[in-house]
């Protein structure tokens, strides 16, 4: 399960970062600094995730989930959206997984990790708000 959550933490990081590069028009000013710190903290979630995983014995894998990244701004964003919640499912198992084996480091990591992607979710669905 930690090298599915690395594959989507690569997937974000390259879908972000090429949304906030192709995004154009007024938004684009108003977002692209949050639009890149995003993608800096999934950069920062994917590296924790592979040092936990090494440290349990494992290689982290290199291959991101599929990049969506979207035609236009509101594709983007429900792409962006959908990823979100997808990513905070997944961590709420691994949580899960890591309480019922005793894993208590790798239940906090997450639990720091899955609050971050909460805040992301919560920009993602603000800016399609408009």
Not at 2 to 12: D, P
Not at 15 to 30: F, L, P, R, S, T
Request: proline letters at 2%; charged letters at 35%.
């Amino acid at each position: 399960m930690l090298n599915r959550a690395i594959a989507g933490e690569l997937q974000a990081i390259i879908q972000y970062m090429w949304q906030h590069i192709q995004w154009k028009g007024v938004e684009h000013y108003a977002v692209i600094e949050g639009l890149k710190k995003v993608s800096i903290d999934e950069m920062k979630h994917a590296e924790k995730i592979a040092e936990r995983l090494w440290y349990l014995g494992a290689k982290p894998t290199i291959q991101p989930d599929p990049i969506h990244v979207g035609e236009s701004l509101e594709e983007m964003l429900k792409n962006d959206v959908k990823a979100e919640v997808d990513t905070i499912a997944m961590y709420k198992e691994i949580m899960k997984l890591a309480e019922s084996e005793g894993d208590v480091a790798t239940k906090e990591i997450f639990e720091e990790i899955e609050e971050d992607e909460e805040e992301h979710h919560d920009f993602f669905t603000s800016l399609l708000e408009k």
